[in-house]
């Protein structure tokens, strides 16, 4: 279908476009779509648009990344089918491993997320069949089995359009987690260190404008952003402010 650019909802359909051409190349699972529906429907309970919450937690995440040993982005089939330039971008200039790691576990989509992420530059992507060879405790879906070069070895890792307890077990066996997830209600939302209510296609520009901001920030002044960072405090501002724009929308009716 070809969307004009001054539809009023283009930004929209053109997500859906995507990812319906993600589920016929083999990369989006059909679960996908579902998920990016309940997603659309928080959009739509934000305005749409990265709030002031969303931006502290991409500032906050943004220094995480910068000051990690081993940063590692993990994507799955809607990222992918997204944002993969932005995945690209990202990783290259906090110098990120990039691990495939599915809920629907095939190792046929695995190769096709690899391949498309290799045409937006990404040489190397991690966690594709046999090299997902380390198990993370606590874990009951496939998401368990990781890249030990990858996951395994990552002190920070981002994590967007979570199934809950993934991001759980991360952070129990040490790990800094940042989520990317329009509902701020969820199980990954509650368990992550660092989370980013936001849209995956908003989030992750933001994330790579931020950090080319504060990529060259001393290492002190990174570590003060992040320690001053509540995720708790943090959703809860974020909730207050979906609140009172659903207000102004009560006084327009
Ligand atoms: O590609 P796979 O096999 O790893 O499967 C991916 C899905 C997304 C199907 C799988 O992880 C899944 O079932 O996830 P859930 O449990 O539905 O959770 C997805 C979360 O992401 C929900 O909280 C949604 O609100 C949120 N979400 C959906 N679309 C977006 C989003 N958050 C940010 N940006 C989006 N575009």
């Known amino acids: 279908?070809?969307?004009?650019?001054?539809?009023?909802?283009?930004?929209?359909?053109?997500?859906?476009?995507?990812?319906?051409?993600?589920?016929?190349?083999g990369i989006v699972?059909?679960?996908?779509?579902?998920a990016h529906g309940r997603g659309e429907a928080f959009?739509?309970?934000i305005g749409e648009r990265t709030g002031k919450a969303a931006r502290r937690a991409i500032?906050?995440?943004?220094?995480?990344?910068?000051?990690?040993n081993s940063p590692v982005l993990s994507v799955n089939g809607n990222t992918a089918a997204?944002?993969?330039?932005?995945?690209?971008?990202?990783?290259?200039?906090?110098?990120?491993?990039?691990?495939?790691?599915?809920?629907?576990r095939s190792l046929d989509r695995e190769r096709r997320i690899a391949r498309l992420l290799s045409r937006y530059g990404l040489e190397k992507v991690l966690g594709v069949g046999a090299n997902a060879s380390e198990e993370i405790q606590g874990i009951s879906s496939r998401r368990k089995m990781v890249d030990p070069t990858g996951i395994g070895?990552?002190?920070?890792?981002?994590?967007?359009?979570?199934?809950?307890?993934?991001?759980e077990a991360l952070v129990k066996s040490?790990?800094?987690?940042?989520?990317?997830?329009?509902?701020?209600?969820?199980?990954?939302?509650?368990?992550?260190s660092i989370t980013i209510v936001d849209?995956?296609?908003?989030?992750?520009?933001?994330?790579?404008?931020?950090?080319?901001?504060?990529k060259h920030m001393r290492r002190s002044s990174l570590e003060k952003i992040t320690s001053g960072f509540d995720n708790k405090k943090n959703i809860s501002m974020g909730l207050a402010e979906m609140m009172a724009y659903l207000r102004r929308w009560r006084m327009k009716a």
């Open 1 to 25: 279908m070809r969307i004009s650019r001054d539809h009023p909802r283009f930004v929209s359909l053109r997500i859906r476009e995507l990812l319906v051409k993600g589920l016929q190349d």
């Open 29 to 34: 699972v059909p679960e996908g779509l579902l």
């Open 43 to 45: 959009d739509y309970l």
């Open 59 to 68: 500032e906050a995440a943004g220094a995480a990344l910068l000051t990690a």
């Open 82 to 104: 997204l944002v993969p330039g932005d995945v690209s971008k990202l990783a290259s200039l906090i110098s990120a491993r990039v691990e495939v790691n599915l809920f629907h």
């Open 153 to 167: 070895a990552a002190d920070v890792i981002v994590v967007p359009l979570e199934d809950g307890d993934r991001a």
């Open 174 to 192: 040490g790990r800094k987690v940042i989520a990317v997830d329009l509902n701020p209600l969820s199980r990954t939302s509650q368990a992550a």
């Open 199 to 214: 849209n995956v296609v908003r989030a992750f520009p933001g994330l790579v404008r931020t950090v080319t901001r504060l």
